[in-house]
């Protein structure tokens, strides 16, 4: 809230400033289009197990993850910009994070005392987001065939994707042995953040102008509730749990919980319904852009 607030403030400052610098004759209207990806994420959450079984003194294996957190991967997006005079230029743009998949894995052999042969887990996240990005552009240096901007943005992300998926399989010698599948789905509203960039947009041809950019985007969500399901196999009986969660402002590890279990052909299934504390979930990047700016004014001419 705090973000958004701020960056309000400052859009709408500026946007004051700029009316006060005198106005081309005839403003130049963008249509933009363009591309890039999320080379680091750095302050991005990443995925590590949910938990870790059979780690204790003597226990041995690997461990891996990926080097990236949420944020990272391709995006794409367009928009319009509208020249405010010789400095200033307002836009918006829609963008589309298709965000790479996480993933963690380890594999751990315990002690003989755990009477398990070995544990293996494997998880993964994929994620996007679709926003809305308001912004204003200001041109630090004007050249014949290029000039330097920078820009401040107001990230409104519109729909934002998350789905955990683990799988924890544990092989026992003669004794014990199980396969447990974790899927989670979250479910959010609107989250803001913040966008900057700096770049270059020089001349190709006409109308058409290239642009070179990199961006660095801030994004904090909440989601509001999550579908959780487990799937746990052993011998002779299953386990089937679905789980609603809502995410509500508290400080307590856990509010409200309610429980309903039926068993049918050694198939045991659990409802719950619980609350929990809300969590924040940071998405950030620094993109790199490549796009193209098409001039309107100017095919109408």
Request: charged share 15%; net charge positive; no cysteine.
């Amino acid at each position: 809230m705090k973000i958004r607030t701020t960056l309000l403030i400052i859009i709408f400052n500026l946007l004051i400033v700029s009316a006060a610098f005198p106005q081309d004759k005839e403003p130049s209207v963008y249509f933009k289009l363009y591309g890039g990806y999320g080379l680091f994420t750095p302050g991005s959450d990443r995925l590590y197990p949910g938990s870790i079984l059979g780690i204790q003194s003597g226990s041995t294996g690997t461990y891996t993850n990926s080097n990236r957190g949420l944020g990272g991967g391709f995006n794409d997006g367009f928009g319009i910009e509208k020249t405010l005079g010789k400095f200033f230029t307002i836009g918006i743009d829609f963008n589309y994070l298709h965000g790479k998949t996480l993933s963690s894995n380890y594999s751990i052999v315990p002690p003989a005392s755990f009477n398990i042969a070995n544990i293996n887990y494997a998880g993964k996240t994929a994620h996007s987001v679709i926003s809305l990005i308001p912004n204003l552009s200001f041109k630090m240096m004007t050249k014949p065939n290029y000039y330097l901007y920078t820009r401040l943005g107001l990230i409104t992300a519109l729909k934002t994707k998350y789905q955990l998926t683990e799988n924890y399989d544990i092989a026992g010698n003669g004794l014990l042995g199980s396969d447990e599948v974790f899927t989670q789905v979250n479910k959010y509203g609107l989250n803001f953040g913040l966008n900057t960039a700096a770049g270059i947009r020089f001349k190709l041809w006409g109308p058409i102008k290239g642009n070179v950019e990199l961006g660095y985007n801030l994004l904090a969500v909440s989601p509001n509730s999550a579908m959780a399901s487990t799937n746990i196999a052993e011998p002779g009986q299953g386990t089937y749990i679905n789980e609603q969660i809502n995410y509500v402002k508290s400080n307590t590890d856990l509010l409200n919980l309610s429980t309903t279990t039926t068993t049918q052909n050694s198939i045991k299934t659990i409802n719950v319904v619980e609350d929990q504390p809300s969590i924040t979930q940071h998405i950030n990047n620094i993109v790199l852009n490549i796009g193209i700016a098409v001039s309107i004014t100017d095919l109408r001419r």
